[in-house]
T-cell receptor, first 112, second 114 residues
Framework: DQQVKQNSPSLSVQEGRISILNCDYTNSMFDYFLWYKKYPAEGPTFLISISSIKDKNEDGRFTVFLNKSAKHLSLHIVPSQPGDSAVYFCAARMGGSEKLVFGKGTKLTVNP | KAGVTQTPRYLIKTRGQQVTLSCSPISGHRSVSWYQQTPGQGLQFLFEYFSETQRNKGNFPGRFSGRQFSNSRSEMNVSTLELGDSALYLC?????????????FGPGTRLTVT
């Protein structure tokens, strides 16, 4: 039972354009969502998070949008840079627990 | 401020042996969680510790255990190793404030079971 889904295993964009990574979840008890970036053989790096009481959170080039009714969130990266090429994981958590439920990841490639 | 550190970074063990992995959280962080990453299953939650108490446990067999010390450092142990235990084991720490706090991951320990 996969509670957090990232349906696109890979995404390729041109440098300078927008990258949009999507994530869907099924458990309505999730109230906090996080995005991580990961390189092979390294630990995930925290990018940005959003609480379920918000619908948008921005941090520099990264913006996360949350649509609770659709149980959908997305990460926008503008403008995309070659250094953004990595695997991006969406994760969800429910109140009081530090347990993160991860999606399978989306491999982003930003072409120069 | 130093990040989450994990030792050792790489480990090769034989089936049937046991292994202990160590994690030092970011200074001031009191919550430590462990995850297993494999190509087939992705990132799976193992356990969560806070103030030396296990607060949550994932769906793993009893061969997987852990503990947290008074300085918030944590260890996890896997006994009677199986080939399927080969994975990247990740530790994450957080402040665990009353509201939400982000988790920061260490570089991981790559365990290979032969």
């Amino acid at each position: 039972d996969q509670q957090v889904k990232q349906n696109s295993p890979s995404l390729s964009v041109q440098e300078g354009r927008i990258s949009i990574l999507n994530c869907d979840y099924t458990n309505s008890m999730f109230d906090y969502f996080l995005w991580y970036k990961k390189y092979p053989a390294e630990g995930p790096t925290f990018l940005i998070s959003i609480s379920s009481i918000k619908d948008k959170n921005e941090d520099g080039r990264f913006t996360v949008f949350l649509n609770k009714s659709a149980k959908h969130l997305s990460l926008h990266i503008v403008p995309s840079q070659p250094g953004d090429s990595a695997v991006y994981f969406c994760a969800a958590r429910m109140g009081g627990s530090e347990k993160l439920v991860f999606g399978k990841g989306t491999k982003l490639t930003v072409n120069p | 401020k130093a990040g989450v550190t994990q030792t050792p970074r790489y480990l090769i063990k034989t089936r049937g042996q046991q292994v202990t992995l160590s994690c030092s959280p970011i200074s001031g962080h009191r919550s430590v969680s462990w995850y297993q990453q494999t190509p087939g299953q992705g990132l799976q939650f193992l356990f969560e510790y806070f103030s030396e108490t296990q607060r949550n446990k994932g769906n793993f067999p009893g061969r997987f255990s852990g503990r947290q010390f008074s300085n918030s450092r944590s260890e996890m142990n896997v006994s009677t190793l199986e080939l399927g235990d080969s994975a990247l084991y990740l530790c994450a720490s957080s402040l665990k404030l009353a509201g939400h706090s982000e988790q920061y991951f260490g570089p991981g320990t790559r365990l290979t079971v032969t």
